[in-house]
Structures are given as C-alpha cells and as structure tokens.
C-alpha cells in the first residue's frame, strides 16, 4: 500500500510560510533559522521556493531523492527544489504550459546551484535515448563553458555569475529534451579591465594560464605567471577550493561536447590571450611641436605579439592608439589622443573584445543546443540573472542590475497575485483585493520613455555639447526631484539638502530591496560605451576569422554614421523583451538567501537574512497569499488526510471527495467563514483554522493508534487465550485421558483380582463338585466296572463253558466223525498210503526249502560271509554242506578269471601269507600293497648304467635297503637286487656292486616277530661270500623280499629250499664275531621309526615301537 505523506507530517518548524502563526517577521527568521538549523534548507511559500545556501553539500541531491520526487505532488513531500523542478516539468509536459523558473536572490545566494539542481532533475526524469541523451548533455555542459568566461571571484561569491542568463529548455510533446536558447545579459565587463579590491577577472584568464599546456601557452605566446598581467589582479589569484587548471580541462571538454571544433577553441583562447597582451600595452607622454600632448606606446613587443595573435598590422593598431577619427557628414577629421585617451581606447578595446567574445560564445553554443524541427515546442524557461547588488560603491552596473532586479521583483508580484486571482476564479471563489506594496512606480522611474532615468542617461549622451556625469545628474535633479524614490543632494528637494549620508556627486534611490546610492561617475561612458571607430576598423582588417565576425562595425564599406544604441537602452529593450517573454509563461519562483556573509555553513546571520527577507518581499510574498485563503488542498487529499475526525467519514467514504469534505466540515463544526469550496479544492482563509484541523487529527491519530492498539491487544489476548484455552483443552483430554486410563486399568486390575477370585471361588466350586461329580462317578464306573466285571467274567465263564462245551462238543463230533469216516473209508485205503503222505509232504518241504535258497542266494565273491538261514532243523547238515560247496564253487569262479601274472602275484601273495601270518606282525600292513619287485628300475636310469650290465640275470626284485652297520647299528642306502642266482648289494649313489652273494650261499633268512622291517642274510658256513659276514638289512618290502627269496628256493630244483627264522632274538655272524641281534618293544620314538642301537659287543638291539 502506497503511504501517503504530506508537508505537514515530520515538519520541522512550518515547510510552507503560509502557516507561519503568528505571522511576524521575527517569526519567519525565527522559523527559518530553526529549519536551517536542521538542514531543511528549502521552506515554501506557497508554491515559491525559498532556498538557503548551506555552503556545504548535503546528501539531498542523490538519485534516490531524484526517484522520491518523481511525480509526486508539490505539498506531498517536504520542501525541496526537486518538487518545484517535478511540479514545473509536469506541467509543462501534461498540460502544455510553457513554464519558466525564476531564480532571484542576491550574489551568493545560490542560484546559479539552483538552476543548475533544476536542469539537472529535469535532464534526469525527462525521456532518454542517444539523441536526447546528447542533447541533455550539450545543455548541461553549456554552463562550464559560460560560467568559465562569465564568472568570477567576487568578495561575496568565489563564482559569482556576471552576467544575467535565461535559457530556454525546449522539449517535444513526450517531454524529451529537443535543444535550447540562452539569452545573456549585460556581462559585466568593467571586469576584464579592473578588478575592486580581493576580487578576480573572469576565470578563464587564471585557467588558461594554470590549466593550458606549455605548448599552447608558447603558441599564444603567454607566461604561466599571473603577476606578468596587468589585467589580473594578483592578490586573490588563487581561490581556495577552486582548481584553475582542473577547470580548465573540464571547460575544453565541455566545449568539445557542445560541439565547439578545435580551431574555434583555438581562435577563442588567442582572443583571451589578446586581451591579456592588450593590458600590459602602455603609454607614454610625447609632446608635439603645436603643444599637445600626444600618446606612445612604451614596448611595442606586447603590442606585436597581440597583432601576430590576432593577425592585425601592428601600425594599423599603433595608430587606432594614437589617433581618432571621427566622422561628420563625409568629412573626416582625426585628432590625437593624449595619454589617458590611449588608456580609455586600450580598455574599451579589451572590454569589447571579451564582451563581444562572450557573445559570440553565447550564439555559438546557441547553434549547438538549438532544436531541430519547426514544430511548436513545450519550452521551460530558467532565470539566472545576477541578484540585487548593494555595494558601497555602486555605479552604473549596479543600477542596471538593479533595475532589473526590480523589474523581476515586478513580474513576481504580478504573476503572483495574477496567478492567486486565476486560482480563485478557477475555483470560483470570491475575489478579494489585496493590499501590496508595487513597485512599478520605481520601475517607472527608471525606465519611463519621457522622464525615467534611463532615457534622461541616453537624452544626455545623444547631446550635443558637454555632455559629463555631472550634468547627467543636474538632469536628474530636476526632473526626479519630486519622485518619491529618488533622493539627492541637489535635488530640489530640500529635505535631502542636509542628508549628509547623500554626496554631492551621488544619487539614492529606494529599491524595494532598501535604499541604493549610486555615484554619477562613469554613467554617461558606460552608458555610451564608446569603441573609437579606428580601433573597430583596425579590428575587422585583423586577418582572424572570429575578430572580423566580432567587430562588423569596422567594416568601412558599411560605415555607419548612426549612434549604435546605448547600453542603458539596449538593457531596457533586452529586460523588456524578456519580461514580456516571462508573462507568457508559468512562473515557478525560486528566492535563494543567503544565510551569512562569510561563505560558512551553519552561521545563520538574522541581520542578512531579514534583510535579504524584506527586500525580496517575502513578508508581503506570504502576506498576499494568506489575504485571501491561506491554506488550499483538493478535496481528495483533504478528505483522505482528515476524514478519521468525523464518524461518517471514517473509515470510508464512498460518495464524491467534495461532498465528504462538506460533511467533515459540517460535523467540525467549523465556522463558514473560515473556509470555502472550489470547484476542486478546499480554501482554509486561516492557518489557525488548519493547525486546529492538524491538532485534531494528530489527536484522532493518538485515539485511533490507541484504538489500534487496543483492537489489536484484545486480539492478541484473545488469540493467546483461544490458543492458551485449545492447548488447555488439549492439555485436559491428554490428561484426563490419562487419568482415566490410569482409572480403567485399576479398576481392570482390581477387577482382574476380583473375577480371579471369583472364578477361582466358582472354579474351585466347580472343581469340588466336578471331583465329586467325577468321585461319583468314578465310584460309579468302578462299581459299573466291577459291576460289568463281574457280569463279564460271569458272562465270559459262561462263554467259555459254553465254548469247552462246544469245543467238547465238536472234539468229540470230529473224533466221532473221525471214527465214523475211518471205519466208512478204512476198506479203500492201502496200507502205505501214510508213507506216501509223509513223503510227499517231505517231498513239498524240499521243494519249498531250494526254491527259498534260490531266491536268497548270497553275492559271487568270496569274502561274502552271508547265507541263509536254515528253516528246518533237520535240514542242518544238508544246509552247511551247500554252503560249503556254494563257497567252494564260487572261489573257483573267481580265480578262473586271473591271468598268469595275477596268478603268480597271488602266488607269491600265498606264499608270503603261509611264511608270515600270524608269525611276524609286518606282514598284516603287506597283505594290501601289491609286490611290485622292482622299485628303483635300474635299467631306465642311466645312474645305473655299469650296475645294469654287471647284473646278467633277470633281476627280480631290486629296491633300495638299509645295510645296518654292524658297530653302531646305523644304516647306510643299498640297492638291494635279487635275481634267479644271487642277492647283488650297490652303492646306491654310484650303482657300484659292493657285495654279490650266489643264492648257494645263503643259508637262512632271520627276521623278528614284529612290524620292523630287519633281516639278516645268513651265510653259509665256509662259504665263499661268508668271508666278510652275515648281512643286516632293513626294507620296506621285507616280506615281498623274503617272500621272492623263499619262491627261488621252492621253484629251483637245484637248490636246497631257504629258511625262514622268526625270532625276536637271532644271531648274526659278523667277521669272527657272533653278535645276538634283539627286537624289543618300545615306546615311539623320533617319529615312530625303528631305532637299532649297538649296546655292547654282543648284543645289537633293535627297538620297534609297539604297535597299536
Ligand atoms: N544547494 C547548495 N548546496 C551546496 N552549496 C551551495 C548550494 N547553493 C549554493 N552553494 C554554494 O554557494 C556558492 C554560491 O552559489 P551560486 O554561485 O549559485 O550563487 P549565485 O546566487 O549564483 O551568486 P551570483 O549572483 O554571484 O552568481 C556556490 O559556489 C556553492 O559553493
Ligand atoms: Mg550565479
């Protein structure tokens, strides 16, 4: 929601002296100290802006404030240039009124500032685009350009405007910025000759020495020292805060923006350079044969450079110095001039050249910004014109500035009163005449056609004769005498004969701004301002584009012999024009002030302010205003700024604004006569009438805010109630919930307990009466069991009786039956026929018994232990037999598959069981390992190669033994062969035969009952191989050896068989020695093998661990 401000919100002291009260001249200074006091530096009076110059910088000139204003309406904000800027610029582009602000106010007051403000808001709220964005930059660029030439330090401003400028800002139908015209007026230029005491020439001459380049002051052929100049005065050359040289480059660039080409900066600065050069040309004394004194210039050098800058002959110069001509009727006469002549044409010619220099710039920046197009433009007009000027010394530049001063003072109060008047009219209200003070009769007095004293100036400078300053005021005396703004000595006007404050040569005139003395001296120059005709002619023969555009006067073919207008009359005309343009226009006023003399912040001086107040007629500014209504507003923001102060009205209003007012009205009670409806606003006659409105509403606003307040602490409570009662209620359901969930397994508890007891009452009730029931019937059943027992074995005695009986009965029928059948059938049976039965029945028995035997036949192989088992005991013998011969039958089977080898295999595996089974506990473990006979295949390894061929026969078993040595019981590898003829024992590494027994030899083999693998190859006495000894083995394959050993024995026929002994204790023949060689149990050791240990020279003894 938009907020909607006004004026009166935030107000610091009153922002529109409309509602000073009471309205007193104390109270407006006291009002607008208070508000410059808190850097409120604007205050209306009505529409009229009045500003202060704070002498600082204030952060109120930023973009966001630029935003702040934008459309908003004059009164909605507090007071600030930008608001009359919006309200001006509004106007102008949505109602088609061509608008001009005027901006009055003394020198340093701030209007150059304001006008600058004003451009510069426009420029930012008006349309944008590239063209319209050039054309604002050429406008705002314009015034570093004309400020640099036209302004100067003064003792009341360090940039002090000595000219009066008006631009004309022309915008299209959208509002965008088309072009512009300035017009300037009157340029001081006095200044450029002399400056009064602590006050500079323009600025351009201090830039351009400060700021220009070494080469461009060598081409203008200037020093960089001030002090070189006699034009510049020396003691405040240098302004503090102000940068020559920085301006001076900002000047050249705004004049490259406004378009200005390079040889026109060029041409402008050689003029500037000239006049510098022309101020240091001086004169001296000559005096000629007929008396006279006739002047000379003392150094021609500056006067040559000048004519180089320039491009005019230096005689043509030297003699426009030295002589005059002046012309009459076709005739020319030339007279010289003496010294001071020479120094007054010197200084007219520079005054002129820069004046007429600033012109031209003024035209050329004109050509520039001008618009395009033909088509009628929106124009806003903006007024900076040099401020009333009080100086102790004040001359004809003064009363010009005065005058106009007064002039604009005029068309304030016309165009504020007319405007008022309209106002009225246009809202039909009834006109009232206002008393004010008009100044036109002191307008009059000076630029009356017949007696003013701007005609009496020019009467005087167009007559013949003597014509000084002081017949000027000779003139004055007697024609102004009666006026009562004018005042002088001489006049005749006697109360001003003893007014010594009045001197002789003065004359005072009563401005509306106080009272101004004027010294006669110089009028009637300044006023003619003479340029003699030989310095123009010398001027326009300047072979310079720009001096010959700037003196077209000089041009002899277009001699004119017709005065050029005065400055005074050319002034009046300008003004007039200007005037006449302003009447068509919207006036917007901005009155600048002020606040001190010393150019400070924050000093506020009452004595200059209320000066400064009085003479621009502010007091008779509010006065005015407040003589008809003091206050108006349309009814809209009226109704919507008040309408909380009546019940019908508040909070809306739904009919027309105008008629919600009258209701307000009417409801406050307001008396009549202290307001009126227009057409469109609301007329409050007396401020009074609307601080009591304000007092009202700022009151209703504390009751409504209490009334919010209230409204909106009730709600709160009530919402903290509604929401304390719904978390309470929460609270209380959780709770009660709790509660009677608490409750209800108590009662479920105790319920529990109680309908447990019960039940276990009811059911130990039951229990008892269910054992009882059961005892009984229990007893029952026991008395019905012994009851039916009884029956029952009763029954079942009977039964059984009966059953003997019938048993009896039928023993005896079937004996009888027997008996009857035997003697019936006894004549056809033979006498064997029981044989017959009873064989035949032996016969079936037989039968059935091998068809069983059949069906239950155990496996083929020969280890099945199965067989069935017998039927019938007589059957006993016959049934062991079959088993017997079954077995038998199948063992044949089953070696009538084997092979001839198998067959030997097996055979050597029998041989080997008859040797050892049951006899050495070795053997048990080689019953499962098939008899390989040769494990080392010494015919496949090369090793073995001599070993091979030292074996003739087959070899039938070779492996590799342990030789047992004989002195320590350790073994040593042997191949261990065994072939038809003989046992062969190698070195197992090289295969060299160490011993060969002929088989003849060997006597027995003995070996130990247990799982070890000894033997000992005994030797037959007196054999050729028993020479060294028995021999001790030890193998793996020990039966399968001892097993072959004792085949060759039983197969060769030629050969007693060998044997076999098994004891745990044998002898063995070593050399002489007969060692006893004894197995013993003993407990595993070094990993379960056998140890053999020699334990004195007859005993060798071999521990085997015990077998499990
Ligand atoms: N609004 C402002 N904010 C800050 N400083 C300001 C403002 N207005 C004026 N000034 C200061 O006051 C000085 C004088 O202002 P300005 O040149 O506008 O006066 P003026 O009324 O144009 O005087 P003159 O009649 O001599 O030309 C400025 O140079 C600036 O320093
Ligand atoms: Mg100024």
């Known amino acids: 929601?938009?907020?909607?401000?006004?004026?009166?919100?935030?107000?610091?002291?009153?922002?529109?002296?409309?509602?000073?009260?009471?309205?007193?001249?104390?109270?407006?200074?006291?009002?607008?100290?208070?508000?410059?006091?808190?850097?409120?530096?604007?205050?209306?009076?009505?529409?009229?802006?009045?500003?202060?110059?704070?002498?600082?910088?204030?952060?109120?000139?930023?973009?966001?404030?630029?935003?702040?204003?934008?459309?908003?309406?004059?009164?909605?904000?507090?007071?600030?240039?930008?608001?009359?800027?919006?309200?001006?610029?509004?106007?102008?582009?949505?109602?088609?009124?061509?608008?001009?602000?005027?901006?009055?106010?003394?020198?340093?007051?701030?209007?150059?500032?304001?006008?600058?403000?004003?451009?510069?808001?426009?420029?930012?709220?008006?349309?944008?685009?590239?063209?319209?964005?050039?054309?604002?930059?050429?406008?705002?660029?314009?015034?570093?350009?004309?400020?640099?030439?036209?302004?100067?330090?003064?003792?009341?401003?360090?940039?002090?405007?000595?000219?009066?400028?008006?631009?004309?800002?022309?915008?299209?139908?959208?509002?965008?910025?088309?072009?512009?015209?300035?017009?300037?007026?009157?340029?001081?230029?006095?200044?450029?000759?002399?400056?009064?005491?602590?006050?500079?020439?323009?600025?351009?001459?201090?830039?351009?020495?400060?700021?220009?380049?070494?080469?461009?002051?060598?081409?203008?052929?200037?020093?960089?020292?001030?002090?070189?100049?006699?034009?510049?005065?020396?003691?405040?050359?240098?302004?503090?805060?102000?940068?020559?040289?920085?301006?001076?480059?900002?000047?050249?660039?705004?004049?490259?923006?406004?378009?200005?080409?390079?040889?026109?900066?060029?041409?402008?600065?050689?003029?500037?350079?000239?006049?510098?050069?022309?101020?240091?040309?001086?004169?001296?004394?000559?005096?000629?044969?007929?008396?006279?004194?006739?002047?000379?210039?003392?150094?021609?050098?500056?006067?040559?450079?000048?004519?180089?800058?320039?491009?005019?002959?230096?005689?043509?110069?030297?003699?426009?110095?030295?002589?005059?001509?002046?012309?009459a009727k076709m005739e020319k006469v030339s007279t010289t001039l003496n010294v001071a002549q020479a120094y007054y044409a010197r200084d007219a010619l520079a005054k002129n050249l820069y004046s007429r220099l600033f012109s031209w710039l003024v035209t050329r920046i004109n050509e520039s910004i001008k618009a395009q197009g033909k088509t009628r433009h929106k124009v806003m007009g903006v007024l900076d014109i040099y401020g009333f000027e009080i100086f102790e010394d004040n001359s004809f530049e003064q009363f010009i500035i005065n005058y106009c001063n007064e002039k604009l003072q005029q068309i304030f109060i016309e165009l504020t009163l007319r405007e008022e008047q309209e106002e009225y009219i246009r809202e039909g209200i009834e006109w009232t005449n206002i008393e004010y003070f008009n100044n036109a009769v002191i307008c009059d007095l000076i630029?009356?056609?017949?007696?003013?004293?701007?005609?009496?100036?020019?009467?005087?400078?167009?007559?013949?004769?003597?014509?000084?300053?002081?017949?000027?005021?000779?003139?004055?005396?007697?024609?102004c005498a009666e006026h009562q703004h004018f005042e002088s000595r001489l006049s005749k006007n006697s109360k001003f004969l003893t007014d010594h404050s009045l001197p002789h040569n003065c004359f005072r005139i009563q401005h509306y701004a106080g009272k101004v003395l004027y010294r006669v001296e110089g009028f009637v120059d300044k006023n003619n301002d003479l340029l003699y005709r030989d310095l123009s002619q010398a001027m326009f023969k300047a072979n310079h584009s720009l001096i010959k555009q700037l003196f077209p006067e000089g041009n002899p073919t277009k001699v004119n012999l017709k005065r050029p207008p005065t400055a005074g009359s050319q002034f009046r005309a300008s003004v007039g024009t200007l005037m006449r343009n302003l009447q068509t226009k919207n006036p917007n006023y901005i009155r600048c002030i002020k606040p001190n003399d010393k150019k400070a912040s924050h000093i506020f001086t009452d004595s200059l302010v209320r000066h400064q107040l009085r003479y621009l007629g502010l007091m008779e500014n509010v006065r005015v205003r407040r003589a008809g209504y003091a206050f108006r507003q349309p009814y809209e923001p009226c109704l919507e700024r008040y309408k909380m102060l009546c019940k019908k009205t508040w909070p809306h209003w739904r009919g027309p604004a105008r008629e919600g007012v009258e209701v307000l009205m009417a409801d406050l009670q307001v008396p009549a006569e202290e307001f009126s409806y227009g057409r469109s606003k609301i007329f409050i006659r007396n401020p009074r009438m609307l601080f009591s409105l304000e007092e009202r509403r700022?009151?209703?606003?504390?009751?409504?805010?209490?009334?919010?307040?209230?409204?909106?602490?009730?709600?709160?409570?009530?919402?903290?109630?509604?929401?304390?009662?719904?978390?309470?209620?929460?609270?209380?359901?959780?709770?009660?919930?709790?509660?009677?969930?608490?409750?209800?397994?108590q009662i479920k508890s105790a319920t529990t307990v109680v309908q447990s007891y019960t039940r276990g009452w009811q059911a130990r009730k039951l229990l008892r009466e269910l054992k009882h029931q059961k005892k009984c019937e229990e007893a029952v059943t026991t008395i019905a069991a012994f009851w039916h027992g009884t029956q029952a074995r009763r029954e079942l005695r009977k039964l059984k009786e009966e059953a003997r009986r019938k048993h009896a009965v039928a023993v005896i029928w079937a004996y009888w039956q027997g008996l009857k059948v035997r003697r019936e059938y006894r004549k056809f049976f033979r006498a064997n026929a029981g044989k017959k039965i009873y064989d035949f029945t032996i016969q079936r028995i037989m039968q059935k018994y091998?068809?069983?035997?059949?069906?239950?036949?155990?496996?083929?192989?020969?280890?099945?232990?199965?067989?069935?088992?017998?039927?019938?005991?007589?059957?006993?013998?016959?049934?062991?037999?079959?088993?017997?011969?079954?077995?038998?039958?199948?063992?044949?089977?089953?070696?009538?598959?084997?092979?001839?080898?198998k067959k030997a295999v097996y055979e050597e595996k029998l041989e080997a069981?008859?040797?050892?089974?049951?006899?050495?506990?070795?053997?048990?473990?080689?019953?499962?390992?098939?008899?390989?006979?040769?494990?080392?295949?010494?015919?496949?390894?090369?090793?073995?190669?001599?070993?091979?061929?030292?074996?003739?026969?087959?070899?039938?078993?070779?492996?590799?033994?342990?030789?047992?040595?004989?002195?320590?019981?350790?073994?040593?590898?042997?191949?261990?062969?065994?072939?038809?003829?003989?046992?062969?024992?190698?070195?197992?590494?090289?295969?060299?035969?160490?011993?060969?027994?002929?088989?003849?030899?060997?006597?027995?083999?003995?070996?130990?009952?247990?799982?070890?693998?000894?033997?000992?190859?005994?030797?037959?006495?007196?054999?050729?191989?028993?020479?060294?000894?028995?021999?001790?083995?030890?193998?793996?394959?020990?039966?399968?050896?001892?097993?072959?050993?004792?085949?060759?024995?039983?197969?060769?026929?030629?050969?007693?068989?060998?044997?076999?002994?098994?004891?745990?204790?044998?002898?063995?023949?070593?050399?002489?020695?007969?060692?006893?060689?004894?197995?013993?149990?003993?407990?595993?050791?070094?990993?379960?093998?056998?140890?053999?240990?020699?334990?004195?020279?007859?005993?060798?003894?071999?521990?085997?661990?015990?077998?499990?």
């Open 698 to 745: 700022r009151q209703c606003l504390q009751d409504l805010a209490t009334l919010i307040q209230k409204i909106y602490r009730g709600w709160k409570c009530r919402r903290q109630f509604l929401l304390l009662k719904k978390s309470q209620i929460v609270v209380a359901a959780w709770y009660r919930r709790y509660a009677q969930q608490k409750k209800y397994q």
């Open 850 to 901: 091998f068809l069983g035997l059949k069906s239950s036949m155990p496996s083929m192989s020969p280890v099945d232990k199965n067989w069935p088992a017998r039927p019938y005991r007589f059957l006993d013998g016959v049934h062991s037999e079959l088993r017997r011969i079954f077995h038998l039958w199948r063992c044949k089977k089953y070696r009538g598959q084997f092979t001839e080898e």
């Open 913 to 1108: 069981s008859e040797i050892f089974k049951d006899k050495k506990a070795l053997y048990a473990s080689s019953v499962s390992q098939p008899f390989k006979g040769d494990y080392v295949e010494i015919s496949k390894n090369p090793k073995y190669q001599k070993l091979n061929s030292a074996v003739v026969e087959k070899v039938l078993l070779a492996d590799v033994v342990n030789k047992i040595n004989r002195a320590n019981g350790k073994g040593t590898a042997r191949i261990f062969l065994l072939t038809k003829k003989s046992v062969v024992l190698a070195d197992q590494k090289t295969g060299q035969v160490k011993a060969s027994v002929p088989l003849p030899d060997l006597s027995s083999v003995s070996v130990s009952t247990q799982s070890d693998g000894f033997f000992a190859l005994r030797l037959k006495e007196g054999s050729a191989s028993a020479v060294k000894g028995d021999f001790l083995l030890s193998s793996e394959h020990l039966i399968e050896i001892i097993t072959k050993l004792h085949r060759i024995g039983t197969t060769a026929a030629d050969r007693d068989q060998i044997n076999i002994d098994i004891s745990d204790e044998f002898l063995v023949q070593f050399k002489q020695d007969k060692v006893c060689v004894k197995f013993i149990q003993g407990a595993p050791k070094n990993g379960n093998s056998v140890s053999c240990k020699r334990k004195n020279n007859r005993l060798l003894e071999v521990s085997v661990p015990t077998t499990a």
């Open 1 to 327: 929601m938009e907020v909607k401000t006004s004026l009166l919100d935030n107000m610091i002291g009153v922002g529109d002296m409309v509602l000073l009260e009471p309205l007193s001249e104390d109270s407006f200074l006291e009002n607008l100290k208070n508000r410059f006091d808190h850097n409120e530096i604007y205050t209306y009076i009505g529409s009229v802006v009045i500003s202060m110059n704070p002498y600082r910088s204030l952060p109120i000139y930023t973009p966001d404030k630029v935003e702040e204003y934008r459309n908003r309406n004059f009164y909605e904000l507090s007071p600030h240039i930008y608001a009359l800027a919006d309200e001006a610029y509004r106007s102008l582009r949505d109602q088609d009124k061509d608008q001009c602000i005027l901006i009055t106010g003394e020198s340093g007051a701030g209007k150059t500032e304001a006008s600058k403000l004003v451009m510069s808001y426009v420029a930012a709220v008006c349309g944008r685009g590239q063209e319209v964005n050039k054309v604002k930059e050429q406008l705002l660029q314009s015034n570093p350009v004309l400020e640099a030439f036209g302004n100067a330090k003064t003792v009341r401003n360090d940039n002090s405007s000595r000219f009066g400028k008006y631009m004309d800002i022309e915008f299209d139908f959208k509002g965008d910025p088309l072009g512009g015209v300035i017009s300037n007026y009157l340029l001081e230029k006095s200044r450029v000759v002399k400056q009064p005491r602590g006050e500079r020439n323009f600025h351009v001459f201090y830039q351009l020495l400060s700021g220009a380049s070494d080469d461009t002051l060598k081409k203008l052929k200037l020093d960089r020292d001030f002090s070189k100049y006699n034009y510049l005065s020396l003691d405040s050359a240098a302004v503090n805060g102000l940068d020559d040289a920085a301006n001076f480059r900002t000047v050249r660039n705004a004049m490259q923006i406004v378009g200005f080409m390079e040889d026109e900066v060029q041409s402008v600065l050689e003029l500037v350079a000239a006049v510098l050069k022309l101020g240091n040309i001086e004169f001296k004394p000559e005096s000629r044969c007929n008396g006279s004194d006739e002047s000379r210039i003392k150094d021609k050098n500056d006067l040559k450079e000048m004519c180089e800058l320039l491009g005019t002959e230096q005689s043509v110069l030297e003699r426009a110095f030295s002589y005059r001509t002046v012309e």
């Open 447 to 479: 630029e009356n056609n017949q007696n003013g004293i701007l005609a009496m100036l020019d009467e005087e400078c167009l007559r013949p004769g003597t014509v000084t300053d002081e017949t000027f005021l000779d003139k004055l005396n007697t024609i």
